[in-house]
């Protein structure tokens, strides 16, 4: 796994080890470009004091979840050379693109926490520990995605493009551009199944006391988490065969 995770952190940009200084830059401007669209929009502000604070509150787990995932999928395929030496396992390329895209996340949070207090918006939730709980939560639902996708990517390298299409719905769908609670409850319900959903809603519950969280299910959240992440590894080992001798 350390090999993987030395060839990532130089092949992943310019095939230079300080090209890794790029990852948690490269969600960080997918954010500030998103962000600045929102705010020059003039879109009245959703929920809160401050329209910039209540989107980031959405971007940050959304884009979190689909960096991870995706880049966890295409390690898969960009490392298919490594994996033709015995020592080199499916699970070794995945953990170790997560292993650096955790690194990343973390560190496109705190940017975006020092850009919002350079702009003059109050960073700080009202629930400093919930909302680091629902960071984590994004997270283990990132990995735990990224980590069966991947390992079905790894079967057919279609995988990866049709989920690069359906990360458009998930978008749609996370809340991100909307207070959810507002909806009608047929809407929400079906919106609370996305997982990333929840993230969203549980980083807007920690930043709002009055934000609603008739939709928000922690427990659901980290089950969907866990068990995605359970049967990506479940499955590995039912085709390891497969891919030894493919």
């Known amino acids: 796994m350390r090999a993987v995770v030395l060839r ?49 509150t959405g971007l940050v787990p959304t ?18 050379p490594m994996m033709s030496f015995p020592v080199v396992k499916l699970l070794d390329v995945l953990f170790a693109r997560a292993y650096l895209e ?6 496109t949070a705190a940017l975006m926490v020092l850009i919002l207090k350079l702009i003059g918006d109050d960073p700080w939730p009202y629930d ?23 390992v079905l990517a790894a079967v057919t390298p279609l995988v990866v493009t049709a989920y690069a299409l359906f990360s458009i719905v998930i978008y749609i769908s996370s809340g991100t551009l ?13 919106l609370s199944l996305n997982p990333v959903f929840q993230c969203v809603e549980w980083m807007r519950v ?36 497969r891919l030894l001798e493919g």
């Open 128 to 150: 400093l520990a919930d909302a680091v709980s629902a960071y984590l939560a994004t997270l283990l639902v990132a990995i735990g995605t990224g980590t069966l996708f991947g």
């Open 102 to 107: 955790v690194i990343g996340a973390f560190a």
């Open 206 to 241: 920690a930043y709002y006391p009055t934000y609603s969280d008739k939709l928000l299910d922690r427990e659901y959240t980290v089950f969907f988490g866990l068990m995605c992440l359970f049967a990506g590894m479940m499955l590995e080992r039912l085709i390891r065969r």
């Open 8 to 56: 990532d952190v130089r092949t992943r940009f310019f095939d230079h080890g300080l090209g890794f200084l790029i990852v948690p830059l490269w969600p960080l401007a997918h954010m500030l470009i998103l962000l600045a669209m929102y705010h020059f929009s003039g879109r009245a502000v959703p929920y809160g004091e401050s329209a910039t604070v209540f989107f980031a």
């Open 63 to 80: 884009l979190c979840f689909l960096y991870v995932s995706r880049f966890m999928q295409y390690s898969v395929l960009s490392n298919r």
């Open 178 to 190: 909307f207070v959810a609670a507002s909806l009608p409850s047929e809407i929400g319900y079906a």
